[in-house]
T-cell receptor, first 112, second 110 residues
Protein backbone atom coordinates (compact mmCIF):
# COMPACT_ATOMS: atom_id res chain seq x y z
CA UNK A 1 0.00 0.00 0.00
CA UNK A 2 1.18 3.50 -0.82
CA UNK A 3 -0.75 5.00 2.11
CA UNK A 4 -1.29 8.76 1.77
CA UNK A 5 0.34 10.40 -1.23
CA UNK A 6 0.79 14.15 -1.50
CA UNK A 7 1.91 16.10 -4.54
CA UNK A 8 3.86 18.20 -5.14
CA UNK A 9 6.53 17.94 -2.43
CA UNK A 10 7.73 21.51 -2.98
CA UNK A 11 6.08 24.53 -4.56
CA UNK A 12 6.87 28.21 -4.91
CA UNK A 13 4.02 30.57 -5.75
CA UNK A 14 3.76 34.26 -6.36
CA UNK A 15 1.29 36.27 -4.33
CA UNK A 16 -2.13 36.07 -5.91
CA UNK A 17 -1.57 32.83 -7.78
CA UNK A 18 -3.84 29.86 -7.23
CA UNK A 19 -2.96 26.21 -7.00
CA UNK A 20 -4.20 22.83 -5.82
CA UNK A 21 -2.37 20.54 -3.45
CA UNK A 22 -3.21 16.95 -4.23
CA UNK A 23 -3.85 14.20 -1.69
CA UNK A 24 -4.77 10.60 -2.38
CA UNK A 25 -5.10 7.56 -0.12
CA UNK A 26 -5.51 3.91 -1.03
CA UNK A 27 -6.64 2.54 2.33
CA UNK A 28 -10.36 3.13 1.77
CA UNK A 29 -10.43 5.51 4.74
CA UNK A 30 -13.60 7.53 5.23
CA UNK A 31 -11.96 10.45 7.03
CA UNK A 32 -9.43 12.84 5.52
CA UNK A 33 -7.94 16.08 6.78
CA UNK A 34 -5.58 18.89 5.85
CA UNK A 35 -3.23 20.43 8.40
CA UNK A 36 -0.65 23.16 8.16
CA UNK A 37 2.53 23.13 10.21
CA UNK A 38 4.23 26.36 11.16
CA UNK A 39 7.24 26.84 13.47
CA UNK A 40 6.17 27.00 17.10
CA UNK A 41 2.51 26.45 16.21
CA UNK A 42 2.24 22.70 15.91
CA UNK A 43 -0.27 21.40 13.39
CA UNK A 44 -3.49 23.28 12.82
CA UNK A 45 -6.53 21.82 11.10
CA UNK A 46 -7.59 23.56 7.89
CA UNK A 47 -10.47 21.41 6.58
CA UNK A 48 -11.63 17.88 7.08
CA UNK A 49 -14.02 15.39 5.50
CA UNK A 50 -15.92 12.44 6.97
CA UNK A 51 -16.87 11.00 3.60
CA UNK A 52 -17.36 11.69 -0.08
CA UNK A 53 -19.41 14.83 -0.55
CA UNK A 54 -19.03 15.94 3.10
CA UNK A 55 -16.52 18.56 4.22
CA UNK A 56 -16.21 20.91 7.17
CA UNK A 57 -13.97 23.71 8.36
CA UNK A 58 -11.22 23.36 10.86
CA UNK A 59 -9.35 25.93 12.91
CA UNK A 60 -7.79 27.92 10.04
CA UNK A 61 -9.96 27.55 6.90
CA UNK A 62 -9.72 31.07 5.44
CA UNK A 63 -8.11 31.20 2.02
CA UNK A 64 -8.55 27.49 1.35
CA UNK A 65 -11.21 25.42 -0.37
CA UNK A 66 -11.72 21.67 -0.42
CA UNK A 67 -14.02 19.16 -2.05
CA UNK A 68 -14.36 15.40 -1.70
CA UNK A 69 -15.83 13.84 -4.81
CA UNK A 70 -14.32 10.39 -4.19
CA UNK A 71 -13.23 8.45 -1.12
CA UNK A 72 -9.63 8.41 -2.35
CA UNK A 73 -8.97 12.08 -3.12
CA UNK A 74 -9.10 15.25 -1.04
CA UNK A 75 -7.50 18.21 -2.87
CA UNK A 76 -6.78 21.50 -1.13
CA UNK A 77 -7.15 24.66 -3.21
CA UNK A 78 -5.48 27.97 -2.51
CA UNK A 79 -7.62 30.58 -4.19
CA UNK A 80 -5.24 33.55 -4.10
CA UNK A 81 -1.96 32.75 -2.42
CA UNK A 82 -0.62 35.06 0.28
CA UNK A 83 2.77 35.04 2.06
CA UNK A 84 0.94 34.05 5.26
CA UNK A 85 0.17 30.73 3.58
CA UNK A 86 3.85 29.83 3.43
CA UNK A 87 3.88 26.60 5.41
CA UNK A 88 4.22 22.84 5.30
CA UNK A 89 0.92 21.16 4.48
CA UNK A 90 0.04 17.66 5.58
CA UNK A 91 -2.82 15.50 4.42
CA UNK A 92 -4.00 12.64 6.62
CA UNK A 93 -6.60 9.87 6.55
CA UNK A 94 -8.34 7.64 9.07
CA UNK A 95 -11.45 5.52 9.51
CA UNK A 96 -14.12 5.00 12.21
CA UNK A 97 -12.59 1.61 12.95
CA UNK A 98 -9.26 2.99 14.07
CA UNK A 99 -7.95 5.87 16.12
CA UNK A 100 -5.30 8.22 14.86
CA UNK A 101 -4.42 9.37 11.40
CA UNK A 102 -1.98 8.21 8.74
CA UNK A 103 -0.07 11.19 7.39
CA UNK A 104 1.38 11.98 4.02
CA UNK A 105 4.96 13.22 3.68
CA UNK A 106 3.92 16.84 3.25
CA UNK A 107 4.06 19.69 0.76
CA UNK A 108 6.39 22.59 1.48
CA UNK A 109 4.80 25.74 0.03
CA UNK A 110 6.50 29.11 -0.24
CA UNK A 111 4.56 32.19 -1.32
CA UNK A 112 6.70 35.12 -2.42
CA UNK B 1 -12.41 24.66 23.17
CA UNK B 2 -10.34 21.51 23.08
CA UNK B 3 -6.62 22.06 23.41
CA UNK B 4 -3.31 20.35 24.11
CA UNK B 5 -0.40 21.84 26.03
CA UNK B 6 2.99 20.18 25.95
CA UNK B 7 6.28 21.19 27.45
CA UNK B 8 8.29 23.57 25.36
CA UNK B 9 11.62 22.53 24.05
CA UNK B 10 14.07 22.07 22.84
CA UNK B 11 15.12 19.19 25.04
CA UNK B 12 18.71 17.99 24.84
CA UNK B 13 19.77 14.74 26.49
CA UNK B 14 22.71 12.42 26.49
CA UNK B 15 22.33 8.90 25.19
CA UNK B 16 20.80 6.50 27.76
CA UNK B 17 19.21 9.34 29.74
CA UNK B 18 15.61 9.21 30.95
CA UNK B 19 13.07 11.17 28.94
CA UNK B 20 9.84 12.79 30.04
CA UNK B 21 7.80 15.11 27.85
CA UNK B 22 4.77 16.51 29.63
CA UNK B 23 1.39 16.79 27.94
CA UNK B 24 -1.93 17.99 29.34
CA UNK B 25 -5.24 18.44 27.57
CA UNK B 26 -8.57 20.16 27.92
CA UNK B 27 -11.61 18.54 26.34
CA UNK B 28 -15.37 18.58 26.64
CA UNK B 29 -15.60 14.80 26.55
CA UNK B 30 -13.26 11.86 26.83
CA UNK B 31 -10.96 11.99 23.83
CA UNK B 32 -8.43 9.49 22.64
CA UNK B 33 -4.85 10.60 23.20
CA UNK B 34 -1.84 10.20 20.94
CA UNK B 35 1.84 10.80 20.61
CA UNK B 36 3.20 11.38 17.12
CA UNK B 37 6.86 11.62 16.12
CA UNK B 38 8.30 13.61 13.22
CA UNK B 39 11.81 12.85 12.02
CA UNK B 40 13.64 15.55 10.05
CA UNK B 41 12.13 16.13 6.61
CA UNK B 42 9.36 13.58 7.11
CA UNK B 43 5.68 13.46 7.94
CA UNK B 44 4.18 12.47 11.26
CA UNK B 45 4.16 8.87 12.43
CA UNK B 46 1.90 7.54 15.14
CA UNK B 47 4.09 6.55 18.08
CA UNK B 48 1.48 5.38 20.57
CA UNK B 49 -2.12 5.94 21.61
CA UNK B 50 -4.59 5.40 24.44
CA UNK B 51 -8.34 5.43 24.00
CA UNK B 52 -9.64 5.50 27.58
CA UNK B 53 -8.67 6.42 31.10
CA UNK B 54 -5.83 4.40 32.68
CA UNK B 55 -4.85 2.90 29.33
CA UNK B 56 -1.11 2.74 28.73
CA UNK B 57 0.18 3.14 25.21
CA UNK B 58 3.63 1.80 24.41
CA UNK B 59 5.90 1.44 21.40
CA UNK B 60 9.66 1.31 20.75
CA UNK B 61 10.40 1.73 24.47
CA UNK B 62 8.18 4.80 24.80
CA UNK B 63 5.21 4.79 27.17
CA UNK B 64 2.37 7.12 28.12
CA UNK B 65 -0.59 6.60 30.47
CA UNK B 66 -3.99 8.26 30.04
CA UNK B 67 -4.62 10.05 33.35
CA UNK B 68 -8.14 11.43 33.46
CA UNK B 69 -7.80 12.85 36.98
CA UNK B 70 -4.88 15.05 35.92
CA UNK B 71 -5.89 15.33 32.24
CA UNK B 72 -2.38 14.27 31.29
CA UNK B 73 -0.60 11.94 28.88
CA UNK B 74 3.10 12.31 29.59
CA UNK B 75 5.58 10.57 27.30
CA UNK B 76 8.44 8.62 28.90
CA UNK B 77 11.37 6.51 27.82
CA UNK B 78 13.86 4.95 30.15
CA UNK B 79 16.94 5.15 27.94
CA UNK B 80 17.00 7.36 24.87
CA UNK B 81 19.13 6.77 21.80
CA UNK B 82 20.57 9.14 19.22
CA UNK B 83 18.00 7.79 16.76
CA UNK B 84 15.20 9.14 18.98
CA UNK B 85 16.13 12.70 17.99
CA UNK B 86 12.94 14.12 16.49
CA UNK B 87 9.98 16.37 17.19
CA UNK B 88 7.26 14.83 19.36
CA UNK B 89 3.64 15.94 19.21
CA UNK B 90 0.91 15.19 21.71
CA UNK B 91 -2.61 15.14 20.28
CA UNK B 92 -6.18 14.49 21.33
CA UNK B 93 -9.30 13.66 19.40
CA UNK B 94 -11.05 10.84 17.66
CA UNK B 95 -11.36 9.38 14.22
CA UNK B 96 -12.60 12.54 12.54
CA UNK B 97 -9.97 15.09 13.57
CA UNK B 98 -7.14 15.76 15.97
CA UNK B 99 -5.96 18.72 18.04
CA UNK B 100 -2.18 18.92 18.38
CA UNK B 101 0.21 20.45 20.82
CA UNK B 102 2.97 22.68 19.50
CA UNK B 103 5.60 19.97 19.52
CA UNK B 104 8.76 19.32 21.51
CA UNK B 105 12.09 18.97 19.75
CA UNK B 106 14.32 16.31 21.26
CA UNK B 107 18.02 16.07 20.52
CA UNK B 108 19.99 13.13 21.87
CA UNK B 109 23.77 13.44 21.89
CA UNK B 110 26.15 10.45 21.84
Amino acid sequence: NAGVTQTPKFQVLKTGQSMTLQCAQDMNHEYMSWYRQDPGMGLRLIHYSVGAGITDQGEVPNGYNVSRSTTEDFPLRLLSAAPSQTSVYFCASSSPRRYGYTFGSGTRLTVV
Amino acid sequence: GDSVTQMEGPVTLSEEAFLTINCTYTATGYPSLFWYVQYPGEGLQLLLKATKADDKGSNKGFEATYRKETTSFHLEKGSVQVSDSAVYFCAQGGSEKLVFGKGTKLTVNP
